[in-house]
């Protein structure tokens, strides 16, 4: 692949508009707008680390919370004077104007911005005129004077200050002057940036890349920022509108985190800025950062992983049809609009119905296996065939690598289960005890193997386990973590195949296998089978490995 494979799309000769901002600051919201999105709950500890995670991957600003809102916000801010040493970002607390016909001394918002000891605040406060006259149910006068004197207190006390004007858009489109008014206001008192808040987020780009405009030509030098939210699914396209209208400050979360429908994702508008617009954001370091920052985040959120999250999914360079695999073995770029590794991620080839010939082979050379040609034509069918009964590789990567070695020559002879039998039985007291009996050669020995457990696939896990784990202690290692069950075809009722994924792990890495079966007891056997395999061969490949 030539260095110039994935160069961004800028003009003919390769140059960025001279139209465009040279660099954009990027303000990370996640500890503060993010936490805003169901389901997340973060401890102070878990901000902490989130924090450490945005300074690592270099924004410009991080907005950690609201100090004085909440205890855990409070905390937060606390801790981090002493325990968070920042190398590549600076800290943000954030909070709102005065309160009406207030006093900004006597203010507590603004008293704890100043107390919560960053060097640089960030304020809200309202652009539009119907939320001063009908939610503070204040003159338009007063609303302005909130803003000027909050940010004037503010500069007072020698800290930078951004002003959000919320609800911007919305407010410019039914009363422009008022809205105007507004960030003159914030201005005249020297509010180092102006960020307009497509708080609702129903702007369209072409509405957003107008109006910035307009407000770029009153202000001149004022920095103009973005704070847009997915509501239209355009939080990205209208943080690039205003971008292109002259904004040079975005404010965003990490894997699009926020309110209702999210933010506009940094781990999406970063690499758009950047890689197709050649505008600076972070370091290309950081950059190439994104992939393990965006996981990382979403572990410490408690949040699953989006996979086809552009660049940073794990299906955003995933491909499957054969025409695609045997294209991007010749030329990547034919079907991938950048590089991977320069957002930290890798081109992943996946197998099923689509595959061809090409994409096996690409499979097992990712993996590391060498197959035949003989061989190759009998995967591609076998693969057809298990997807047509209900099997779906792609998602099961363990049971996927050992379909391959098999084809290779590889046999895996670390027991033979001759039969199993698993017995359920509700007591008087509506408990449930499960019990299921293995036949079992192991290490040239016949036995006859009992476990008890919470349901039949723990059950027969520890009738395994009781059988072999003198001959293969590992496997004490070697934890199942998750367990899914899909009915297929459920219009055939209880008559439907079954697919069942077990997630395994020994505290290294972690792996899922699959099976699938009309009976769910054999579909999760089918599935355990393979876990505990790739575990003793992953095991004796590791042994083998260091010996040489």
Not at 277 to 289: F, H, N
Request: with cysteine.
């Amino acid at each position: 692949m030539s260095e110039d494979s994935f160069a961004p799309p800028l003009d003919r000769q390769g140059r960025r508009d001279p139209r465009w901002p040279k660099k954009v600051e990027i303000f990370d919201t996640t500890l503060r707008d993010g936490v805003q999105f169901e389901g997340i709950s973060v401890s102070p500890d878990d901000k902490l680390k989130v924090a450490g995670q945005l300074d690592f991957l270099g924004v410009d600003w991080i907005e950690g919370g609201w100090p004085g809102s909440n205890p855990k916000d409070e905390e937060f801010f606390r801790r981090a004077s002493n325990e968070l040493i920042l190398k590549n970002s600076t800290l943000v607390a954030f909070g709102s104007t005065r309160r009406p016909k207030g006093r900004v001394d006597e203010d507590q918002t603004l008293s704890a911005l100043v107390a919560a000891g960053t060097s640089t605040v960030c304020i809200v406060g309202k652009s539009w005129d119907y939320h001063v006259t009908e939610a503070l149910r204040q003159p338009l006068e007063e609303g302005i004077a909130m803003v000027r004197d909050s940010v004037e207190f503010l500069k007072t006390e020698g800290l930078r200050v951004f002003f959000d004007a919320e609800h911007f858009f919305d407010g410019y489109k039914r009363n422009p002057e008022f809205a105007l008014q507004v960030l003159e206001a914030a201005a005249i008192k020297g509010a180092d940036c102006l960020v307009l808040c497509d708080t609702n987020g129903g702007s369209l780009p072409h509405e957003v890349e107008k109006i910035v405009a307009e407000v770029v030509s009153h202000f001149g030098d004022v920095q103009i920022g973005m704070h847009t939210q997915n509501d239209t699914g355009c939080a990205v396209a209208n943080a690039l509108s205003g971008v292109l209208s002259g904004a040079t400050h975005v404010q965003g979360t990490i894997n699009g985190y926020g309110e209702r429908t999210g933010n506009c994702d940094n781990t999406v508008v970063i690499p758009n800025l950047s890689l197709k617009m050649g505008i600076e954001t972070l370091s290309q370091a950081g950059i190439e950062r994104l992939t393990s920052v965006s996981h990382h985040v979403a572990e410490l959120m408690n949040m699953p992983p989006q996979h086809q999250q552009p660049y940073v999914g794990t299906s955003a360079f995933a491909h499957k049809a054969g025409l695609h695999t045997s294209a991007i073995a010749r030329r990547p770029d034919s079907y991938e609009h950048v590089d991977p590794a320069s957002v930290g991620n890798s081109t992943r080839f996946l197998l099923g119905d689509l595959s061809g010939k090409a994409s096996v082979e690409l499979k097992a050379e990712e993996l590391g296996i060498k197959i035949d040609d003989r061989a190759l034509a009998g995967v591609v069918d076998e693969l057809k065939e298990l997807e047509h009964q209900g099997y779906h590789f792609e998602v099961a990567d363990a049971s996927l690598e050992l379909l391959l070695l098999r084809a290779a020559g590889k046999t895996f002879n670390y027991f033979d289960v001759e039969s199993f039998r698993v017995v359920v039985e509700r007591g008087r007291d509506s408990t449930f005890d499960t019990e299921a009996t293995l036949r079992i050669v192991v290490d040239n020995e016949r036995i006859l193997t009992v476990g008890e457990g919470d349901g039949p696939v723990n059950a027969l896990d520890k009738a395994f386990r009781n059988a072999v784990i003198d001959v293969y202690p590992e496997l004490s290692q070697v934890r199942l973590t998750d367990y899914k069950v899909r009915v297929l075809e459920t219009e055939k009722g209880t008559g439907a195949t079954t697919r069942v994924l077990i997630d395994s792990a020994d505290g290294e890495i972690s792996w899922t296998t699959i099976g699938v079966s009309e009976n769910i007891i054999e579909a999760s056997w089918l599935a355990l089978r393979d876990a505990l395999i790739y575990a003793l061969y992953r095991h004796r490949s590791m042994s083998i490995s260091s010996l040489d």
